[in-house]
């Protein structure tokens, strides 16, 4: 059983997913990147973490410090611009 407690629109065609479950009788939190498939449906990728709910509140805390700190984290000069990051230009041949 999965209960979806949050998408998060990541790009075009990926969102990022919270939510809860179970699994042989333990609760667990999963954060995932889904994508949409052909037929408009949204399918989990590798790319993600799931843990138990004991962890939630060292999560969130480490979470709160990475937005405080990335707001003075240095930007390499040459780093492409954010939505170049999230959508580069194919490979031409």
Known sequence: MQKIIKDIEKNGNNKIRVS???????????VRVYYEDDEGE?????KGVTFTPELIS???DGLLQA??????FPVPENSAP???QENPAPKEE
């Open 58 to 60: 060292q999560v969130i």
């Open 82 to 84: 954010k939505e170049e």
């Open 42 to 46: 949204y399918k989990p990728t590798k």
């Open 20 to 30: 809860i479950s179970e699994f042989k009788g333990n609760n667990y939190i999963d």
């Open 67 to 72: 937005e405080k700190e990335i707001k003075n």
